[in-house]
């Protein structure tokens, strides 16, 4: 493989978060290559980011889920994290708290994330030869 910095101009992360439960949240994705450490020493964190509570209804139910679209770029130090053969990613989840009434959390509340990372790549026609050969 040609030098990495060479080669991955910049990556771009778009993510959907949807948020179904009745308070807001603040959500941030950890890129690492150490599961059992990834919210200490990940090399990549994305975000925070803000999400609305859902609608609910007069009882505080959630009636309607709220969608938020995100984008953020990776620097070049960041795509690096992209080198490694193995590397995994986890949502840090933080529950914002509510006016006096509180909130009452279902069995069918949940958020979703779904995401996909876009790295933009140099080709040219020698440049993944191996140049020992």
Known sequence: MPDFDETFVYGKIDAVLTN????????????????STIFEDSM????????????????????????????????SDEIQIFENEL????????LLPTGEGGAIILGNDYISITATARLKVKAGEHLWEDNDN
């Open 20 to 35: 179904h439960l009745p308070l807001g949240t603040r959500v941030s994705l950890f890129i690492g290559t150490n599961s």
């Open 44 to 75: 990549v964190v994305i975000g925070p980011f803000i999400l609305q509570s859902a609608q609910t209804d007069d009882e505080g139910h959630v009636s309607e889920a709220v969608n938020s679209v995100l984008t953020d770029s990776l620097t």
């Open 87 to 94: 590397i995994y990613i986890a949502p840090k989840v933080e």
